[in-house]
């Protein structure tokens, strides 16, 4: 009895795997068919070929602007502000007086220096006819003249100190916000008002020492700034720093832009871009056909039509793994893995695969259309 229970179970099971079996292999192969018959998916997308272009040989870089004359105003003497002479944001010369301090207590010094002097030349003078005469020595002459030295050197200390009381523009420039109010004490070495010369521009910048040998003085860079959309400032170089610094391997750079209209500013973040006068011819292609992912950089290079292939489609594609160079505005340098002449994608390429079959728009894909152009 058990051995025919046995059996029976045995049976069962042999039938129930079997059964499980045949069902998976018939629901692979429908499987199969069903895709075997779907329509060939074709994909809309733009394309362009390989262009061979001459590029201008440059060096990039990022620079910071400063103006050939800068200073903060301040007086080399303490005082109180007895008169300011100069509005925030002026144009001034070289000489126009800014702050005159206080200097009534000098004045008085000065006062008192000048009857000493006076007192000095006339007893220099009657020690001189005592000498003449016998009835002076010549050691009372000396030191009566001495004093008259005396004299003079504290007259010319105590109008030193005046002159500094008045405080003058050190070049022509224009002039920042006032930092200081009348009647207040000021120290020596506080600022009174930013002062800067706008007509020339310095631009400094660092580049790579490899690069060190495309640099010469007099070599012409281009300068633009996102305060200045499409406008580009045209200077040249005036300075190579002797030493590389041996932490980055960066050299610093100094470059002079003329700024008539003012439109340069110290403190501005710019990119500079040194010319050189020789060119190099490089394959490009546009950014936007590039696609970037772990296993490499590639485009979507267009080739022939399979055998077969459903009305509508005009090539397939071949996904090709490039190496990419310089980046110049919308396009970027091929080192390898192109030709010239070879069509590739530039937009569309987002469902794009080996071998997937594109038809070639006219006219650019927007990102709406490019998302739903497989039909």
Do not use: C
């Amino acid at each position: 009895m058990n051995l025919k229970r046995m059996a029976i179970m045995v049976v069962g099971g042999t039938v129930l795997f079997g059964g499980v079996i045949g069902f998976t292999q018939f629901r692979q192969k429908m499987i199969a068919e069903y895709f075997a018959n779907l329509p060939v998916q074709v994909v809309t997308v733009t394309a362009e070929p390989v262009a061979r272009e001459s590029w201008r040989v440059s060096v990039p870089a990022v620079g910071t602007l400063r103006a050939r004359s800068g200073v903060d105003v301040s007086p080399s003497v303490g005082g109180q502000v007895q008169a300011i002479l100069f509005d925030s944001g002026r144009m001034v010369r070289k000489g126009d007086v800014l702050v005159q301090l206080d200097a009534d207590e000098e004045e008085s010094q000065l006062a008192s220096a000048r009857a000493t002097a006076n007192l000095a030349h006339i007893t220099a003078s009657r020690a001189q006819r005592l000498a003449q005469t016998a009835a002076g020595t010549r050691a009372n002459l000396d030191e009566a003249n001495a004093q008259v030295g005396v004299a003079e050197a504290n007259i010319k200390e105590i109008q030193a100190r005046i002159a500094k009381k008045t405080i003058r523009a050190p070049f022509s420039g224009r002039l920042g916000v006032r930092q200081v109010d009348l009647g207040a004490y000021v120290n020596a070495g506080q600022t009174l008002v930013n002062l800067q010369d706008l007509s020339v521009i310095m631009a400094d910048f660092t580049v790579s020492q490899r690069d060190l040998a495309l640099l010469s003085v007099g070599a012409g860079v281009e300068l633009t700034t996102d305060s200045w959309p499409g406008r580009t400032f045209m200077g040249t170089i005036t300075a190579i720093a002797p030493q590389i610094d041996a932490n980055t391997g960066m050299v610093r750079v100094e470059a002079r832009f003329d700024n008539p209209d003012d439109a340069l500013r110290p403190g501005m973040l710019t990119h500079v871009e040194v010319i050189r006068p020789e060119s190099q011819t490089v394959l490009s292609v546009p950014v936007s056909s590039v696609t970037y992912s772990l296993s490499g950089d590639a485009v979507f290079v267009l080739g022939p039509l399979p055998e077969g292939a459903p009305a509508g489609a005009e090539a397939a594609v071949e996904r090709v793994v490039v190496a990419l160079g310089e980046r110049r505005g919308d396009r970027v340098a091929v080192a390898s893995g192109l030709e010239d002449g070879q069509r590739i994608v530039t937009s569309g390429q987002m469902k794009l695969q080996n071998g997937s079959l594109v038809t070639i728009a006219d006219v650019p894909l927007s990102a709406a259309a490019a998302a739903g152009a497989a039909r």
